[in-house]
C-alpha cells in the first residue's frame, strides 16, 4: 500500500492527489515531483549538466564539457568521440596518483552506461591512481555518467579522471573534473525502449564572449538518424543566464548534447537540461 505523505507536503498541494489505474493512492504534489519520486509507472527524469571554461571558435562547434583540461589532450576536445556501436571495453584512468582505493581523493566510482543494445547497466571501478583500469565491460555503447561513490579526505577528486577507449587514450568519452564528485558532461543516450521527452534547457556564459549555444540530437522529427546532430533548439548568450521550456520527442538510442560556437576565444560556459523518459 502506498504510504500518504501528504502530511510532509504544504496544503496547496494536497490537493493534487495523483491514482494509479486502480485508484490507489500514488503521490500527492505536481506531476514533475510525481514521477522524480518514482510515483508514476514507467515514467522517470532523465537530466545532464555541462560546463566548460576558455572555449575557442571552432567552426563546428564546441561541446560543453571540460576535455580541453585534459593530460594528454585527447584526440578532440571539441566534439567527444562516439563510441562503436557495437560497444567497446574502456579504460578508466586518473591524472593524480591520490585518486585511488588508498588515496585522499576518489576511491572508488561509478559507470552508467548502456550496453550494444541499448539497456543501462552500472558497473564500479576501483581506482588505480595513474595507472588505467579496464572495464569488466566489454560491450559499452555510451557513457551516459559517471560519479563518486567513496572518496578519501579529500571529499572530492585530486586530479581530473578520465574513461576512454582501450588501447587508444585520445579516444575520451567522458570525464571528472578536478575538485569534484561527478561529470559534468551533458551527453546522454536514451535508452533502448524508451522514448525521451526534453522538458526544458539551461545556458550560461560569463565572460562577456558571445556565444550560441545549441541543444542537439542525432534524430529529427522522432526518427533516429545515427552520428547526425540536428538543433533542437538554440540560445544566444552574453555575460547572461537563460532558460527555455521546450517539449521535444527524442527516440530510444539517439544522442542529446548541448554545444556552443562562441564568436571570439575565451567563453566560460555552463549547461543544463531535463526530460521525462518514459518506457515505451
Given at each position: 500500500?502506498?504510504?500518504?505523505?501528504?502530511?510532509?507536503?504544504?496544503?496547496?498541494?494536497?490537493?493534487?492527489?495523483?491514482?494509479?489505474?486502480?485508484?490507489?493512492?500514488?503521490?500527492?504534489?505536481?506531476?514533475?515531483?510525481?514521477?522524480?519520486?518514482?510515483g508514476i509507472p514507467g515514467w522517470a527524469?532523465?537530466?545532464?549538466?555541462?560546463?566548460?571554461?576558455?572555449?575557442?571558435?571552432t567552426a563546428q562547434g564546441e561541446d560543453i564539457w571540460r576535455g580541453?583540461?585534459?593530460?594528454?589532450?585527447?584526440?578532440?576536445?571539441?566534439?567527444?568521440?562516439?563510441?562503436?556501436?557495437?560497444?567497446?571495453?574502456?579504460t578508466v584512468v586518473g591524472e593524480h596518483a591520490n585518486d585511488t582505493s588508498g588515496g585522499v581523493g576518489v576511491k572508488t566510482l561509478r559507470l552508467e552506461y548502456l550496453?550494444?543494445?541499448?539497456?543501462?547497466?552500472?558497473?564500479?571501478?576501483?581506482?588505480?591512481?595513474?595507472?588505467?583500469?579496464?572495464?569488466v565491460a566489454t560491450d559499452i555503447r555510451f557513457i551516459n555518467d559517471m560519479y563518486s561513490l567513496t572518496v578519501g579526505t579529500n571529499g572530492v577528486a585530486v586530479g581530473h579522471i578520465k574513461i576512454y577507449k582501450t588501447g587508444s587514450v585520445g579516444l575520451v568519452y567522458n570525464m571528472i573534473a578536478l575538485g569534484g564528485n561527478k561529470s559534468l558532461v551533458p551527453h546522454r543516450m536514451v535508452p533502448v525502449g524508451k522514448t525521451l521527452v526534453i522538458q526544458q534547457w539551461h545556458a550560461t556564459e560569463a565572460q562577456s564572449k558571445r556565444v550560441?549555444?545549441?541543444?542537439?540530437?542525432?534524430?529529427?522529427?522522432?526518427?533516429?538518424?545515427?552520428?547526425?546532430?540536428?538543433?533542437?533548439d538554440i540560445i544566444y548568450l552574453k555575460q547572461d543566464s537563460l532558460g527555455a521550456e521546450i517539449h521535444v520527442k527524442v527516440p530510444a538510442?539517439?544522442?542529446?548534447?548541448?554545444?556552443?560556437?562562441?564568436?571570439t576565444s575565451g567563453a566560460e560556459t555552463s549547461c543544463s537540461w531535463w526530460g521525462y523518459l518514459i518506457n515505451d
Open positions: 500500500m502506498a504510504r500518504d505523505l501528504t502530511t510532509h507536503l504544504p496544503e496547496n498541494t494536497i490537493r493534487n492527489r495523483i491514482f494509479d489505474k486502480g485508484g490507489n493512492f500514488i503521490y500527492t504534489s505536481d506531476f514533475a515531483t510525481s514521477v522524480a519520486v518514482g527524469v532523465l537530466r545532464a549538466l555541462g560546463e566548460r571554461e576558455s572555449m575557442g571558435t580541453n583540461e585534459l593530460s594528454p589532450a585527447p584526440t578532440s576536445h571539441t566534439a567527444i568521440p562516439m563510441p562503436d556501436s557495437a560497444g567497446e571495453q574502456m550496453d550494444a543494445t541499448g539497456a543501462e547497466q552500472t558497473e564500479d571501478i576501483i581506482m588505480n591512481g595513474t595507472t588505467g583500469v579496464n572495464t550560441a549555444f545549441r541543444l542537439r540530437s542525432t534524430d529529427m522529427n522522432g526518427v533516429l538518424i545515427p552520428g547526425v546532430f540536428c538543433f533542437k538510442l539517439s544522442v542529446v548534447k548541448v554545444s556552443g560556437w562562441p564568436v
